[in-house]
């Protein structure tokens, strides 16, 4: 069963950083693009970040200079870098399966399907 398993998480002080993990289980990540999305209580999906199979690396206009996406094929996991939090960032942040097999991938979330559960990311003080 094809299964992504957000982690990584947490309660953190703005100002601070997290790295939040999407491990993949019954599949493998090598020839999959793999995208992050956050969604905050009370607002639309947003599209973060997203990487090729083979390492290229799409980022959403609003979040570039703080998120760095990166990939473990042999670990089969996507990791996202946050740096510089802040009190906006808080949210449920996603991974999802890009659908389109090729060399692309997008931040476009109906792109995308076999979604994570994700994990809460909570930027307070």
């Known amino acids: 069963q094809l299964q992504l398993v957000e982690s990584g998480g947490g309660l953190v002080q703005p100002g601070g950083s997290l790295r939040l993990s999407c491990a993949a289980s019954?599949?493998?990540?090598?020839?999959?693009?793999i995208g992050w999305f956050r969604q905050a209580a009370g607002k639309e999906r947003e599209g973060i970040s997203c990487?090729?199979?083979?390492?290229?690396?799409y980022y959403g206009d609003s979040v570039k200079g703080r998120f760095t996406i990166s990939r473990d094929n042999a670990k089969n996991t996507v990791y996202l870098q946050i740096n510089s939090l802040k009190p906006e960032d808080t949210a449920v942040y996603y991974c999802?399966?890009?659908?389109?097999?090729?060399?692309?991938?997008?931040?476009?979330?109906?792109?995308?399907?076999?979604w994570g559960q994700g994990t809460q990311v909570t930027v307070s003080s």
């Open positions: 019954g599949f493998t990540l090598d020839s999959t693009a």
């Open positions: 999802a399966v890009y659908l389109f097999p090729g060399y692309y991938c997008s931040t476009y979330g109906p792109d995308f399907g076999s």
């Open positions: 990487i090729t199979y083979d390492g290229r690396i």
